[in-house]
């Protein structure tokens, strides 16, 4: 009795170590998050002196000064992020999904080319196609608007997705689509009214990284978006750094605290269609 009474001190100790170290590892991991907080509320004066995590006189006037710091209210700047973000979302579910049921479910001559040549677009670095995406849009005036953002998630041009879905489907059972053209559904039918509803955890998984992936991007949206009016989340809070020809870093960083607000509140209400969608292969 003893040896096995040693051996569940052993495991109940262990347990507890490691419990303690995954604690440790994940307050280092989310230490720059709670710094960025705390030094939302100190005065600037104390932002770079003070490392610590405790906030004694919360300086709320930091989200006040940088909420109409720049030359709109950055709830402006909020509204230009949804808007692109609200439209991606939508483009990228329709279209990626669609081409998807197309590779899967369809035979059509050159599939296989057309189903490589989609994946080794992924390979391809943004840099390459940049410049020429830039004349393109320049050429038919459209700088300074959404459209160049926008208009390309509704060519189902995020391969990724179109992958995703892709694989998801593949393990839809095809009785499914047999059973629905003897009731004589069309294509157009058998997607919407039948697969596209059982697709919810890719869906998810979609939605949650166009989010994230959108209201993070910087560099696309600095290089369509110059006008101020037009100004996203991610170019507005670089634009605290030279508004004033001095660093504004308190009110900086209380909007970079209210930026990621939307974030978490995609991230924690998607996190089960994330999980889902990533470790199913779409099997009931």
Not at 2 to 31: D, N, T
Not at 195 to 206: D, E, F
């Amino acid at each position: 009795m003893q040896p096995h009474r040693g051996r569940s001190i052993a495991r109940v100790v262990g347990s507890v170590a490691k419990q303690i170290l995954i604690l440790l590892l994940a307050i280092l991991m989310l230490y720059p998050i709670l710094w960025m907080i705390a030094s939302s509320l100190r005065p600037q004066s104390e932002i770079f002196t003070n490392m610590g995590l405790l906030v004694t006189k919360p300086v709320w006037e930091n989200y006040v000064a940088g909420w109409n710091a720049l030359s709109y209210p950055f709830g402006r700047y909020i509204l230009n992020s949804l808007i692109i973000v609200v439209f991606a979302i939508i483009g990228n579910i329709l279209t990626c999904s669609m081409a998807a049921y197309a590779f899967a479910r369809l035979n059509f001559r050159f599939r296989g080319m057309l189903f490589g040549f989609m994946l080794l677009m992924l390979m391809i670095p943004i840099h390459v196609i940049v410049i020429p995406q830039y004349i393109m849009w320049n050429s038919l005036h459209l700088i300074n608007t959404f459209v160049p953002l926008i208009v390309p998630k509704f060519l189902a041009m995020d391969g990724f997705f179109t992958f995703l879905f892709y694989q998801f489907l593949r393990g839809l059972p095809h009785d499914l689509d047999e059973a629905a053209k003897i009731d004589g559904a069309g294509h157009i039918r058998i997607f919407f009214q039948i697969l596209l509803p059982l697709m919810k955890p890719a869906i998810g998984t979609c939605a949650v990284f166009t989010f994230i992936w959108t209201w993070n991007d910087f560099f696309s949206q600095l290089l369509y978006l110059t006008k101020p009016d037009m100004y996203t989340v991610p170019i507005a809070l670089r634009t605290f750094i030279d508004s004033q020809s001095q660093s504004s870093y308190g009110p900086m960083f209380a909007m970079s605290v209210v930026s990621l607000i939307p974030l978490f509140l995609v991230f924690t209400f998607g996190q089960k269609y994330l999980v889902q969608g990533i470790a199913t292969t779409g099997g009931k």
